[in-house]
């Protein structure tokens, strides 16, 4: 058994062992809109969904020169966004909308992505994403001096109508590939995985 205690070490440190063990995580891609209209997109895996009520909670970091980043610092001020999931045929696009530019400029124009009219909130959904959460900013909650967790509530839920059963009302999840994060890569990229091979058992009992 490998043993770090994550106390002793640095912050870098103690991310890439913990999220190399919390696997895998689902992948937050994000729409918001500056200041100056510009619409934002970003991905962000410290991400999970809170079912009762309906919410997501997204973890922020800094950059490296203690700003915010575009995303959050457009979601504090406007406190709408759109969190979309998306499945494996969108990956590489989810994988490009994390270079960071400039804020006026949108990922969404530099990645020829078409969007649709929210309902309850002004940033636009990604038409082809085939899940995508209406979302507006409950609370924040100041981890440490780098780290901010945003708890959104979910206004609207949209999902194309190819991930849906009808008979239960509800997506279902052997109808399509939502992409994940692991940790580290080949170099100094990212790796990622399909949700992979699905698994149902019967109703849970003690032996």
């Not at 504090?76 to 006026?104: C, K, N, Q």
Request: charged content about 25%.
């Amino acid at each position: 058994m490998i043993t770090r205690d994550l106390r002793t070490l640095e912050r870098r440190d103690a991310y890439r062992v913990l999220s190399s063990l919390v696997v895998p995580r689902p992948i937050a891609w994000v729409t918001t809109v500056g200041g100056n209209g510009t619409v934002n997109l970003a991905p962000f895996s410290s991400f999970m969904g809170i079912f009762n009520p309906p919410m997501v909670g997204i973890n922020f970091g800094r950059r490296r020169d203690g700003s915010l980043k575009d995303t959050h610092l457009n979601l504090r001020e406007r406190r709408e966004a759109v969190v979309h999931l998306a499945d494996a045929s969108l990956l590489r696009l989810v994988h490009a909308s994390g270079e960071e530019v400039p804020p006026e400029t949108s990922e969404l124009a530099a990645l020829g992505l078409e969007t649709s009219p929210s309902e309850a909130v002004n940033p636009p959904r990604i038409t082809a994403a085939p899940v995508a959460l209406e979302c507006r900013l409950r609370q924040e909650v100041p981890l440490d001096e780098r780290s901010t967790l945003a708890l959104c509530d979910v206004l609207v839920a949209h999902a194309a109508d190819r991930i849906w059963d009808n008979a239960l009302d509800c997506a279902r999840a052997d109808l399509w590939e939502p992409v994940v994060r692991l940790v580290g890569g080949v170099g100094n990229g990212p790796n990622y995985a399909r949700l992979g091979e699905r698994i149902t058992l019967e109703k849970p009992r003690l032996p």
